[in-house]
């Protein structure tokens, strides 16, 4: 698929998408619940098809019910020998845990980049917790037995957060005493702030101290059989069109809270750092055009934020640094290198160097052909920026947005158009 951009202002309103880091850990706590979970406000992209396919695999029922999802559980109780993440990093991290609650042999499997991200930590990782694990030189696919066990257990954060979220949510299901799992190194720990928030919106236990040391307690309040969820606003796929008002006009987004725990809110921050016009009121978000200034951004907890930061970067006056550039190798591209290399062909400077990102605003955007090298992400900061280059910009592969933002090129055409 291949989408065709021209450079215009925009203006209007648009609802900001479920949030599929939200989504994906509902699902799984829904999966342990014993009992009725009613997901409100459900995502549909294509990572949150696969959540929703995993849980279905392991044991639980799904059901649609207008525009809401009714799951029902019994715990981990799988119905096939065979799963698949998708190319989701964050389901891959979070289900093999849970997977491995159980005493069946589970073949994990996945699609695309995820296939040659690394998984040495569950090869390390999951058998000093008494499950047998097998991969491919630590890569998919993978296959678990357990029963695992929660157990002390000391681990390294640097790669991903996404690791302890699916340990969290594993120990706080099967630990029947007090464990600790104590972390070194931890990044992004907003979205352990994320785990932790939904753990306990099912009645779990999971305190930290200076998210070094994270105790579990058994679970020991029954919730009522049924339990509602509301999937939040995404701030990760908002921050594509937040940034749009930024460099070219208006935009209005609704349904974001402000008090989330997602690492993505701080986009406010880097908008603010910028110079842009920012209204803040309740569940709506408001950025307006204005000179725009270059910004020192250490993204190391929010490394999602690289692209649209990115695009609100060339269109400041003098050098953007972002920190944190490390945390990009294993997405779904390279996406350091992608960015420098994609939105080089739009006569934009990027340089890395260390942990750092440099990128030189202040250029003439020129229009070009550029492709998503499969990154939804990428998708979108192209797009974003294209509003202000110089001619036409066309990128291939668009339909990489369907794994976290199926409706962007609706939503943009309608803010190109001034329409809601």
């Known amino acids: 698929m291949k989408v065709t951009i021209e450079p215009s202002a925009v203006k209007g309103t648009i609802h900001a998408p479920a949030s599929k880091s939200a989504m994906q850990r509902g699902c799984a706590a829904a999966l342990l619940h014993h009992g009725i979970t009613e997901i409100i406000n459900p995502g549909m992209c294509n990572d949150d098809m696969a959540a929703i396919d995993m849980i279905q695999k392991l044991g639980a029922e799904v059901q649609q019910d207008n525009g809401r999802l009714l799951i029902k559980s019994k715990g981990v109780r799988p119905v096939s020998t065979t799963v698949n993440c998708g190319e989701s990093g964050l389901g891959i991290r979070m289900f093999t845990p849970l997977a491995a609650l159980s005493k069946q042999d589970i073949i994990i499997q996945g699609t695309g980049s995820l296939l040659t991200r690394p998984m040495d930590f569950f090869d390390e990782i999951l058998p000093r917790l008494g499950v047998?694990?097998?991969?491919?030189?630590?890569?998919?696919?993978?296959?678990?037995?357990?029963?695992?066990?929660?157990?002390?257990?000391?681990?390294?954060?640097?790669?991903?957060?996404?690791?302890?979220?699916?340990?969290?949510?594993?120990?706080?299901?099967?630990?029947?005493?007090?464990?600790?799992?104590?972390?070194?190194?931890?990044?992004?720990?907003?979205?352990?702030?994320?785990?932790?928030?939904?753990?306990?919106?099912?009645?779990?236990?999971?305190?930290?101290?200076?998210?070094?040391?994270?105790?579990?307690?058994?679970?020991?309040?029954?919730?009522?059989?049924?339990?509602?969820?509301?999937?939040?606003?995404?701030?990760?796929?908002?921050?594509?069109?937040?940034?749009?008002?930024?460099?070219?006009?208006?935009?209005?987004?609704?349904?974001?809270?402000?008090?989330?725990?997602?690492?993505?809110?701080?986009?406010?921050?880097?908008?603010?750092?910028?110079?842009?016009?920012?209204?803040?009121?309740?569940?709506?978000?408001?950025?307006?055009?204005?000179?725009?200034?270059?910004?020192?951004?250490?993204?190391?907890?929010?490394?999602?934020?690289?692209?649209?930061?990115?695009?609100?970067?060339?269109?400041?006056?003098?050098?953007?640094?972002?920190?944190?550039?490390?945390?990009?190798?294993?997405?779904?591209?390279?996406?350091?290198?992608?960015?420098?290399?994609?939105?080089?062909?739009?006569?934009?400077?990027?340089?890395?160097?260390?942990?750092?990102?440099?990128?030189?605003?202040g250029q003439l955007l020129k229009g070009a052909a550029v492709h998503s090298r499969h990154d939804h992400r990428i998708a979108m900061a192209c797009a974003v920026a294209a509003l202000r280059a110089d001619g036409t910009v066309t990128v291939d592969d668009a339909d990489a947005v369907n794994k976290s933002y199926p409706a962007f090129w609706e939503d943009l055409k309608k803010i190109q158009s001034g329409g809601e």
Not at 231 to 236: E, L, R
Not at 327 to 338: G, M
């Open 132 to 361: 047998s694990v097998k991969s491919n030189n630590g890569k998919l696919p993978l296959t678990v037995k357990g029963p695992l066990v929660p157990q002390d257990i000391t681990i390294d954060g640097s790669l991903s957060s996404q690791f302890l979220t699916g340990l969290l949510m594993a120990f706080a299901s099967g630990a029947e005493k007090q464990v600790t799992i104590n972390v070194s190194n931890l990044k992004s720990k907003p979205y352990i702030n994320l785990t932790i928030e939904v753990l306990e919106h099912f009645g779990y236990d999971v305190q930290h101290i200076n998210f070094e040391q994270f105790i579990i307690n058994p679970l020991v309040k029954k919730l009522s059989e049924k339990i509602p969820y509301t999937v939040q606003g995404d701030w990760s796929g908002a921050a594509f069109l937040l940034v749009a008002g930024a460099i070219a006009g208006s935009v209005t987004v609704i349904g974001l809270d402000v008090f989330s725990a997602q690492a993505d809110r701080s986009i406010l921050d880097a908008l603010r750092l910028a110079g842009a016009g920012l209204e803040i009121k309740e569940r709506q978000i408001v950025v307006t055009q204005n000179e725009l200034k270059a910004f020192h951004f250490d993204a190391t907890d929010c490394p999602d934020l690289f692209p649209p930061l990115v695009a609100l970067a060339v269109c400041c006056e003098g050098t953007t640094v972002i920190d944190g550039v490390g945390r990009l190798a294993h997405k779904e591209s390279n996406r350091a290198l992608t960015l420098q290399e994609e939105f080089a062909k739009m006569g934009i400077t990027i340089t890395l160097q260390d942990d750092l990102m440099l990128i030189k605003g």
